[in-house]
């Protein structure tokens, strides 16, 4: 049995709780491992080794820090087919998109930070008349906690322990105790590379208990949290009375809203990856389809057609486009919704049954579903399901369209498709999201803000955004005489 321990001080270790989880292998249904369940005592343990590695990472050179973080990205391209196996293997995402998005970008997340940080600079004011100089001191802020989910497992957890590094934080970071294994496999990574002891260190364990431990304790002054709605508000009730600094990505409604104007091939073709990569879990997916009434039959058709030849099968078949969800109850939660989606009135026009994959016969395995709502305040079309299900409904003019978009609790991305510039400034400017994507999906410059609003979350990731966050700016004035 394959045993996940943490990672702390430069080591692996077991958990001083001694107490273990199961893994999952979603896509055989099946436990492949044990992980361990640690407590409040090993958060602790880890927080020291963060608070002892903490006076000489701060204070090491931009290029040694920068040197670190560029070997780590090479070495995690080294290291791709491994990690993309194990990834799959523990998310039950196709392995080919573990290999082509996943690594790669857990990489790439080393990489542009290591390069970030040499260009990262504060402000200077001068008051000329009153003889003084303001500068701003970007100072890292101490021990910081990283807590990631599991739909882009190392993705996700590198996009915060590389800013949190770069910028001078030693950390304790968490990933998902559903998906543990590729973050597990860093540790080997973090050492070969030179990363100095304790300055990463990577606990494993439950939400409640592990996770937990990390936002209440009192000397880890800031929190990156990217999870469900529900528990990003529990984080942030926690945090509050310790004021310490939150950045919280949560969950997301995303509209897709498609105007007859648009190309519609391409929309087609990128509408059907929208909906369904990652088997529809990715927060920034596009699950509230919208469609300018003119073409609305016309893409039903196309699109329910498209979305009936995606293969779901084996994450390790190349030829898989759905691979299994993350585990059972996710599975249950999902196909919770399609029946309340036939409950609410709406129409399933394909998919929505648990498949049966010849060898793998209890792997958590959905056929991708398309339903089409006749009110878009149904549950079905407010509620974020985070699986392979999307809602279609036709509009009939822009104001239509966006008032629809905009009446969800989410704003975290939309995607727009049309080929009039007016009408794409005019929505852009009034959409409620954080990331408005224009005749394209899920494309992403790493400078960029990314996060959302409203229930979406609250901070920006990415680019000098998440160098801001993971440092805390100080004024310094200084009165001369001429
Ligand atoms: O996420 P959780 P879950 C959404 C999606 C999904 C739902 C629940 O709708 O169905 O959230 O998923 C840690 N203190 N998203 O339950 O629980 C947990 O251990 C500190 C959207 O898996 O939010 C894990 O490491 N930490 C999303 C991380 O939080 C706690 C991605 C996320 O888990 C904690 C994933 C606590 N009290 C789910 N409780 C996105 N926006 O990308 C849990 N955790």
Not at 56 to 68: D, M
Not at 99 to 126: K, L, W
Not at 224 to 253: C, D, N, Q, V, Y
Request: include cysteine; charged fraction near 25%; aromatic fraction near 8%.
């Amino acid at each position: 049995m394959e045993k996940i321990i943490n990672y702390i001080n430069g080591e692996y270790c077991e958990p001083l709780s001694e107490e273990w989880i199961d893994n999952y292998n979603p896509s055989k249904g099946e436990v492949f491992g044990v992980i361990a369940n640690s407590n409040e005592a090993d958060v602790e343990k880890a927080y020291r080794a963060a608070k002892e590695a903490y006076p000489a990472w701060s204070n090491s050179t931009i290029e040694e820090r920068s040197r670190v973080l560029l070997k780590i990205a090479s070495l995690i391209e080294v290291n791709l087919e491994r990690l993309a196996k194990a990834e799959s293997e523990d998310n039950g995402k196709p392995l080919s998109l573990a290999r082509s998005v996943d690594i790669p970008r857990a990489s790439a997340n080393f990489r542009f930070f290591g390069n970030a940080i040499t260009q990262f600079a504060s402000e200077a004011h001068e008051s000329v008349g009153l003889n003084t100089i303001n500068f701003t001191l970007r100072q890292p802020i101490g021990v910081v906690g990283c807590i990631s989910p599991w739909n882009l497992p190392l993705y996700l957890f590198t996009w915060k322990v590389a800013p949190a590094i770069a910028a001078g934080n030693t950390v304790v970071a968490k990933p998902s105790e559903v998906t543990p294994k590729t973050a597990f496999l860093l540790g080997e990574i973090l050492s070969k590379a030179g990363l100095p002891k304790g300055v990463l260190n990577i606990v494993h364990g439950t939400g409640p208990t592990a996770g937990q431990a990390i936002v209440a304790h009192p000397k880890i002054k800031a929190i990156s949290f990217t999870g469900g709605t529900k528990t990003g508000e529990h984080i942030a009730r926690t945090a509050a009375p310790m004021f310490k600094k939150l950045s919280l990505e949560l969950g997301g409604k995303n509209p897709n809203l498609i105007f007859a104007d648009c190309d519609y091939e391409t929309m087609l073709d990128v509408t059907v990856r929208s909906s369904f990569a990652n088997q529809g879990q990715i927060c920034l997916c596009g699950s509230r389809i919208f469609v300018e009434r003119s073409i609305y039959e016309q893409f039903r058709e196309d699109f329910v057609a498209r979305v009936r030849e995606l293969k779901v099968g084996d994450p390790f078949d190349d030829s898989t486009r759905i691979g299994a969800l993350v585990s059972e109850p996710h599975m249950e939660k999902v196909l919770s919704y399609i029946e309340l989606a036939k409950e609410e009135g709406g129409k399933v026009l394909c998919g929505g049954n648990r498949v049966t994959v010849p060898g793998l016969e209890n792997g958590y395995y959905l056929q991708p579903a398309v339903i089409e709502v006749y009110d878009d305040q149904c549950r079905v079309n407010q509620e974020e399901i985070f699986g392979p299900v999307v809602t279609i409904m036709p509009f009939d003019t822009e104001e239509e369209a966006l008032q629809m978009a905009n009446s969800v609790r989410y704003g975290l991305s939309s995607t727009i498709w049309t080929s009039n510039i007016d009408r794409t400034m005019r929505i852009s400017k009034k959409i409620e999201a954080g990331i408005v994507w224009v005749n394209t999906w899920l494309n992403r410059d790493l400078r960029t803000p990314f996060g959302g609003v409203k229930a979406s979350g609250v901070g920006r990731e990415g680019g000098f955004e998440a160098l801001r966050f993971f440092t805390e700016p100080k004024n310094v004035c200084i009165k001369y005489s001429e």
